[in-house]
Protein backbone atom coordinates (compact mmCIF):
# COMPACT_ATOMS: atom_id res chain seq x y z
CA UNK A 1 0.00 0.00 0.00
CA UNK A 2 2.48 2.33 0.85
CA UNK A 3 4.67 1.77 -2.61
CA UNK A 4 1.54 2.42 -4.34
CA UNK A 5 0.82 5.28 -2.71
CA UNK A 6 4.15 6.22 -3.30
CA UNK A 7 4.15 5.54 -6.85
CA UNK A 8 0.83 7.68 -7.07
CA UNK A 9 2.34 10.55 -5.46
CA UNK A 10 5.66 10.44 -7.74
CA UNK A 11 3.48 10.31 -11.02
CA UNK A 12 1.82 13.21 -9.80
CA UNK A 13 5.01 15.12 -9.06
CA UNK A 14 5.97 13.90 -12.70
CA UNK A 15 2.66 15.08 -14.37
CA UNK A 16 2.75 18.22 -12.47
CA UNK A 17 6.17 19.25 -13.60
CA UNK A 18 5.66 18.44 -17.11
CA UNK A 19 2.27 20.59 -17.05
CA UNK A 20 4.16 23.12 -15.36
CA UNK A 21 6.43 23.01 -18.29
CA UNK A 22 4.23 23.15 -20.97
CA UNK A 23 2.34 26.06 -19.25
CA UNK A 24 5.72 27.83 -18.66
CA UNK A 25 8.07 26.93 -21.73
CA UNK A 26 6.24 25.12 -25.09
CA UNK A 27 2.72 27.30 -24.73
CA UNK A 28 4.24 30.59 -24.47
CA UNK A 29 6.64 28.98 -27.78
CA UNK A 30 3.55 28.19 -29.22
CA UNK A 31 1.51 31.07 -28.83
CA UNK A 32 3.24 33.60 -29.99
CA UNK A 33 4.81 31.64 -32.79
CA UNK A 34 0.77 31.47 -34.08
CA UNK A 35 -0.26 35.02 -32.61
CA UNK A 36 -0.90 37.87 -34.74
CA UNK A 37 -1.14 41.17 -33.57
CA UNK A 38 -4.14 43.54 -34.52
CA UNK A 39 -2.73 45.39 -37.68
CA UNK A 40 -4.15 47.87 -40.15
CA UNK A 41 -2.82 44.63 -42.64
CA UNK A 42 -5.19 41.86 -41.54
CA UNK A 43 -8.48 42.14 -42.93
CA UNK A 44 -10.47 42.26 -39.57
CA UNK A 45 -12.51 44.83 -38.16
CA UNK A 46 -10.32 45.39 -34.61
CA UNK A 47 -8.06 48.74 -33.07
CA UNK A 48 -10.40 50.74 -33.26
CA UNK A 49 -11.05 50.76 -37.22
CA UNK A 50 -14.20 52.17 -38.19
CA UNK A 51 -13.88 49.62 -41.11
CA UNK A 52 -12.05 46.61 -41.86
CA UNK A 53 -8.18 47.96 -41.71
CA UNK A 54 -9.53 51.85 -42.38
CA UNK A 55 -10.13 54.47 -39.43
CA UNK A 56 -9.13 54.35 -36.15
CA UNK A 57 -4.94 54.04 -36.48
CA UNK A 58 -4.91 53.22 -39.71
CA UNK A 59 -3.23 55.35 -42.82
CA UNK A 60 -6.21 54.46 -44.96
CA UNK A 61 -9.70 55.82 -44.42
CA UNK A 62 -13.03 55.19 -43.88
CA UNK A 63 -14.82 57.01 -46.67
CA UNK A 64 -17.92 57.43 -44.83
CA UNK A 65 -16.74 60.05 -42.96
CA UNK A 66 -15.00 62.04 -45.96
CA UNK A 67 -16.63 64.56 -47.15
CA UNK A 68 -16.96 65.57 -50.74
CA UNK A 69 -14.62 67.21 -52.87
CA UNK A 70 -15.81 69.81 -55.17
CA UNK A 71 -14.64 70.96 -59.12
CA UNK A 72 -15.28 74.60 -58.34
CA UNK A 73 -14.49 75.94 -62.28
CA UNK A 74 -12.84 74.68 -65.10
CA UNK A 75 -11.57 76.58 -67.99
CA UNK A 76 -9.09 76.97 -71.44
CA UNK A 77 -6.97 79.72 -71.82
CA UNK A 78 -5.23 80.48 -75.44
CA UNK A 79 -1.85 80.38 -75.21
CA UNK A 80 -0.53 80.78 -78.84
CA UNK A 81 -0.73 79.26 -82.76
CA UNK A 82 -3.56 76.76 -81.23
CA UNK A 83 -2.65 76.06 -78.16
CA UNK A 84 -4.44 76.55 -74.75
CA UNK A 85 -3.49 75.96 -70.95
CA UNK A 86 -6.12 74.36 -69.13
CA UNK A 87 -6.99 74.89 -65.07
CA UNK A 88 -9.50 73.64 -62.57
CA UNK A 89 -10.23 74.57 -59.85
CA UNK A 90 -10.27 71.63 -57.04
CA UNK A 91 -12.04 71.79 -53.45
CA UNK A 92 -10.88 69.26 -50.65
CA UNK A 93 -12.61 70.32 -46.74
CA UNK A 94 -11.68 67.32 -45.37
CA UNK A 95 -9.00 68.31 -42.70
CA UNK A 96 -5.96 65.63 -42.88
CA UNK A 97 -7.38 63.41 -45.54
CA UNK A 98 -6.32 63.57 -49.12
CA UNK A 99 -5.54 61.14 -52.34
CA UNK A 100 -2.06 60.66 -53.29
CA UNK A 101 -3.04 59.24 -57.08
CA UNK A 102 -5.74 61.37 -58.13
CA UNK A 103 -6.50 60.42 -62.14
CA UNK A 104 -8.13 63.28 -63.56
CA UNK A 105 -9.18 64.41 -67.70
CA UNK A 106 -9.59 67.47 -68.84
CA UNK A 107 -11.97 68.13 -71.76
CA UNK A 108 -12.37 71.00 -74.72
CA UNK A 109 -14.90 71.70 -76.73
CA UNK A 110 -15.80 73.91 -79.60
CA UNK A 111 -18.87 76.13 -80.42
CA UNK A 112 -20.70 73.02 -81.59
CA UNK A 113 -20.07 70.93 -78.65
CA UNK A 114 -17.70 69.16 -80.19
CA UNK A 115 -14.87 67.60 -78.47
CA UNK A 116 -11.68 69.02 -80.08
CA UNK A 117 -8.95 67.91 -77.61
CA UNK A 118 -8.47 65.90 -74.05
CA UNK A 119 -5.52 65.52 -72.22
CA UNK A 120 -4.95 62.96 -68.54
CA UNK A 121 -2.80 63.69 -65.46
CA UNK A 122 -2.44 62.46 -62.45
CA UNK A 123 -2.43 64.49 -59.03
CA UNK A 124 -2.43 65.01 -55.01
CA UNK A 125 -6.22 65.70 -53.40
CA UNK A 126 -4.10 67.89 -50.91
CA UNK A 127 -6.16 68.55 -47.57
CA UNK A 128 -7.95 71.23 -46.66
CA UNK A 129 -7.31 73.30 -49.71
CA UNK A 130 -8.45 75.08 -53.00
CA UNK A 131 -5.86 74.70 -55.57
CA UNK A 132 -5.21 74.19 -59.24
CA UNK A 133 -4.78 71.55 -61.44
CA UNK A 134 -2.68 72.72 -64.57
CA UNK A 135 -2.31 71.20 -68.08
CA UNK A 136 -0.05 73.16 -70.33
CA UNK A 137 0.07 73.54 -74.33
CA UNK A 138 -2.96 71.31 -75.14
CA UNK A 139 -2.84 71.49 -78.81
CA UNK A 140 -6.86 71.99 -80.42
CA UNK A 141 -5.38 71.92 -84.38
CA UNK A 142 -6.56 75.56 -84.63
CA UNK A 143 -10.11 75.09 -83.51
CA UNK A 144 -11.39 77.31 -80.60
CA UNK A 145 -12.19 75.83 -77.86
CA UNK A 146 -15.08 77.46 -76.22
CA UNK A 147 -16.15 75.09 -73.26
CA UNK A 148 -13.64 72.91 -71.06
CA UNK A 149 -14.96 70.07 -68.66
CA UNK A 150 -12.95 68.63 -65.54
CA UNK A 151 -13.00 65.23 -63.64
CA UNK A 152 -11.55 62.06 -62.06
CA UNK A 153 -11.36 59.37 -63.40
CA UNK A 154 -10.70 56.58 -61.23
CA UNK A 155 -11.60 55.32 -57.50
CA UNK A 156 -10.22 57.54 -54.60
CA UNK A 157 -8.07 55.46 -51.69
CA UNK A 158 -8.45 58.55 -48.81
CA UNK A 159 -5.38 58.01 -46.55
CA UNK A 160 -3.91 60.80 -43.90
CA UNK A 161 -2.28 63.21 -45.07
CA UNK A 162 -0.47 66.29 -44.35
CA UNK A 163 0.36 69.58 -47.18
CA UNK A 164 3.49 69.67 -47.17
CA UNK A 165 3.36 73.31 -48.67
CA UNK A 166 1.69 75.02 -45.56
CA UNK A 167 4.98 76.33 -44.53
CA UNK A 168 5.60 78.20 -48.19
CA UNK A 169 4.67 81.63 -48.91
CA UNK A 170 4.24 83.79 -51.67
CA UNK A 171 5.03 87.88 -51.22
CA UNK A 172 6.22 90.35 -53.43
CA UNK A 173 3.31 89.68 -56.48
CA UNK A 174 3.84 91.92 -59.65
CA UNK A 175 2.37 92.45 -62.67
CA UNK A 176 4.77 94.18 -66.03
CA UNK A 177 4.59 94.45 -69.52
CA UNK A 178 0.82 93.22 -70.16
CA UNK A 179 0.43 95.42 -73.51
CA UNK A 180 3.56 93.23 -74.62
CA UNK A 181 4.75 89.92 -72.81
CA UNK A 182 2.69 90.09 -69.77
CA UNK A 183 4.89 88.56 -66.96
CA UNK A 184 4.03 88.19 -63.40
CA UNK A 185 6.94 87.70 -60.46
CA UNK A 186 6.92 87.24 -57.01
CA UNK A 187 9.00 85.46 -53.99
CA UNK A 188 9.10 82.44 -52.81
CA UNK A 189 9.82 81.61 -48.73
CA UNK A 190 10.21 78.86 -47.07
CA UNK A 191 9.26 79.18 -43.33
CA UNK A 192 9.59 75.55 -42.17
CA UNK A 193 12.82 73.66 -40.81
CA UNK A 194 13.27 71.54 -43.87
CA UNK A 195 13.93 71.53 -47.04
CA UNK A 196 10.90 71.08 -50.09
CA UNK A 197 11.72 69.62 -53.37
CA UNK A 198 9.67 68.91 -56.36
CA UNK A 199 7.89 71.55 -56.57
CA UNK A 200 4.85 73.29 -59.08
CA UNK A 201 3.98 76.52 -58.67
CA UNK A 202 0.84 77.51 -60.91
CA UNK A 203 -0.17 81.31 -61.18
CA UNK A 204 -3.48 82.65 -61.95
CA UNK A 205 -5.03 85.64 -63.25
CA UNK A 206 -8.22 87.29 -62.74
CA UNK A 207 -10.37 89.73 -63.76
CA UNK A 208 -12.31 92.45 -61.33
CA UNK A 209 -15.36 89.80 -61.89
CA UNK A 210 -13.16 86.97 -60.50
CA UNK A 211 -12.95 85.19 -63.84
CA UNK A 212 -9.84 83.56 -64.48
CA UNK A 213 -8.71 84.58 -67.47
CA UNK A 214 -5.07 83.01 -67.51
CA UNK A 215 -2.93 80.78 -66.20
CA UNK A 216 1.29 79.32 -65.97
CA UNK A 217 3.25 76.96 -64.31
CA UNK A 218 7.08 76.96 -63.15
CA UNK A 219 8.62 74.56 -61.48
CA UNK A 220 10.83 74.69 -58.16
CA UNK A 221 13.34 71.59 -57.81
CA UNK A 222 14.42 72.35 -54.26
CA UNK A 223 14.04 75.02 -52.02
CA UNK A 224 15.55 74.94 -48.64
CA UNK A 225 14.65 75.76 -45.33
CA UNK A 226 14.21 79.46 -44.56
CA UNK A 227 15.46 80.40 -48.07
CA UNK A 228 13.75 82.91 -50.29
CA UNK A 229 13.58 82.37 -54.41
CA UNK A 230 12.33 84.15 -57.40
CA UNK A 231 9.19 83.15 -59.22
CA UNK A 232 8.19 84.28 -62.74
CA UNK A 233 5.58 83.65 -65.05
CA UNK A 234 5.49 85.10 -68.88
CA UNK A 235 2.64 84.46 -71.47
CA UNK A 236 3.67 85.38 -75.46
CA UNK A 237 0.71 87.09 -76.06
CA UNK A 238 -0.57 90.30 -74.79
CA UNK A 239 -3.95 90.36 -71.95
CA UNK A 240 -7.52 91.39 -73.53
CA UNK A 241 -8.75 91.60 -69.49
CA UNK A 242 -6.90 94.20 -66.79
CA UNK A 243 -5.61 91.85 -63.75
CA UNK A 244 -7.47 92.46 -60.78
CA UNK A 245 -6.05 89.61 -58.16
CA UNK A 246 -2.88 86.88 -58.90
CA UNK A 247 -3.14 83.36 -57.08
CA UNK A 248 0.19 82.22 -56.75
CA UNK A 249 -0.70 78.70 -55.54
CA UNK A 250 2.84 76.25 -54.45
CA UNK A 251 1.62 72.50 -54.87
CA UNK A 252 2.98 68.77 -54.80
CA UNK A 253 5.82 69.60 -52.30
CA UNK A 254 7.64 66.79 -50.82
CA UNK A 255 10.26 66.77 -47.48
CA UNK A 256 13.52 66.27 -49.11
CA UNK A 257 15.83 63.88 -47.24
CA UNK A 258 18.76 65.69 -45.49
Known amino acids: MATSSWA ?6 YGGGLFLFFALVIAPVIFFYIYEPASCFDGKLNQTE ?7 PCALLDTRYIQPHAVLWSR ?13 YIENPNQQAGVKNAIYQFKLYDERNIL ?3 RFGQTTIIPEKVFPIFEGRIDTG ?9 NFVNVFTWERMVDAT ?7 EQVNDLETAPRVSAELVNTTVSPVVDLVVIATLFDAESNAFASARTVVERIDAGETKSLV ?13 VDIIPLAATEATQ
Open 8 to 13: RRRQMI
Open 50 to 56: TDIDRGG
Open 76 to 88: AFPVRDGFYNAVA
Open 116 to 118: IAE
Open 142 to 150: NRTPVRATF
Open 166 to 172: AGLTVRN
Open 233 to 245: FTWPEPFTAAVAR
